[in-house]
T-cell receptor, first 114, second 114 residues
């Protein structure tokens, strides 16, 4: 059983399109996250939800909108895609906000905007 | 603000060599410290962690000790294998605020040659 699963694994799309990435966790964790990994492998947090409530919203263009229908799911919708959005997007989850136990990551979604 | 600095990569070693990857941090409060590993094409996996000063985290032959006096959490392994080739990330979490947000270092790529 996959603990944190993301779909799709690869996404190639044209500039200006709108796309969504889905994430589901079956660990019973209360907190879920989206991270962006750039071409130099640098990881930066984008959003965090705790039990469907947004608790972290870093400086991210408002073209990115997370949605959490329940605590096991956190989706990421991106409007008007730009070349600079090309990256690997990781979903993660944790119990107790991750401060003690760390995160469990999904395998990533590689987004390529052409 | 909180930050993590890792030694620059890539690091190239021969099999059975000794590994050290340096990590230092800046944080207010009392962070938890983590090492994550990312194998090619995969998500990040928690390798080891330490939650208070002088704690030693260990897993799969890797070790790191939480040194508050030097604000460091260096990763070591006595004898690396080809299968250890991956990118290693040091991270910290300030349990007292920011929703348990993990802040990552820039990653250090390790390549082990037979």
């Amino acid at each position: 059983d996959t603990a944190v699963s993301q779909t799709p694994k690869y996404l190639v799309t044209q500039m200006g399109n709108d796309k969504s990435i889905k994430c589901e966790q079956n660990l019973g964790h209360d907190t879920m996250y989206w991270y962006k990994q750039d071409s130099k492998k640098f990881l930066k947090i984008m959003f965090s939800y705790n039990n469907k409530e947004l608790i972290i919203n870093e400086t991210v263009p408002n073209r990115f909108s997370p949605k959490s229908p329940d605590k096991a799911h956190l989706n990421l919708h991106i409007n008007s895609l730009e070349l600079g959005d090309s990256a690997v997007y990781f979903c993660a989850s944790s119990q107790e906000g991750g401060g003690v136990y760390g995160y469990t990551f999904g395998s990533g979604t590689r987004l390529t905007v052409v | 603000g909180n930050s993590v600095t890792q030694m620059e990569g890539p690091v190239t070693l021969s099999e059975e060599a000794f590994l050290t990857i340096n990590c230092t941090y800046t944080a207010t409060g009392y962070p938890s410290l983590f090492w994550y590993v990312q194998y090619p094409g995969e998500g990040l996996q928690l390798l080891l962690k330490a939650t208070k000063a002088d704690d030693k985290g260990s897993n799969k032959g890797f070790e790191a000790t939480y040194r508050k006096e030097t604000t460091s959490f260096h990763l070591e392994k006595g004898s690396v294998q080809v299968s250890d080739s991956a990118v290693y990330f040091c991270a910290l979490s300030d349990r007292n605020n920011q929703g348990g947000k993990l802040i990552f270092g820039q990653g250090t790529e390790l390549s082990v040659k037979p």
